[in-house]
């Protein structure tokens, strides 16, 4: 694990680090987190990183977001027990995802002009 942390960017580590405490129960399904301030300061971390740390487990359904209420733990987490996954794979997916795009495409393309 140590070595794929280095290969995570600083967000994605303590969005990982969060979703390992609340695998493990340190927080509570439903239980609403700390406050941004003090979360960064845990995770050693600035405020805009641990945002974008919530913002990542928010997208992954780990937390959810009440303003101006706060962050909360999901009433149920994702069934995966794998890490999140980091930016580069984030990153080659994407571009998987765009050459599949394009050749998509380049074939409606290629059918539409033979319809004229």
Request: proline share 6%; hydrophobic share 40%.
């Amino acid at each position: 694990m140590e070595a794929e942390s280095r290969l995570q960017a600083p967000f994605e580590q303590v969005a990982e680090k969060i979703a390992e405490e609340i695998r493990s129960g340190t927080y509570a399904l439903g239980e609403k987190l700390p406050n941004q301030r003090d979360m960064a300061e845990r995770y050693d971390v600035a405020i805009a990183t641990l945002q974008k740390a919530l913002g990542l487990l928010r997208d992954r359904g780990w937390v959810n977001s009440r303003a101006p209420i706060g962050t909360f733990v999901a009433a149920s987490i994702p069934d995966s027990g794998e890490p999140l996954p980091s930016l580069p794979e984030l990153s080659a997916t994407v571009k998987d995802l765009q050459a599949e795009v394009a050749s998509l495409r380049k074939s409606v393309d290629d059918l539409m002009a033979g319809r004229d």
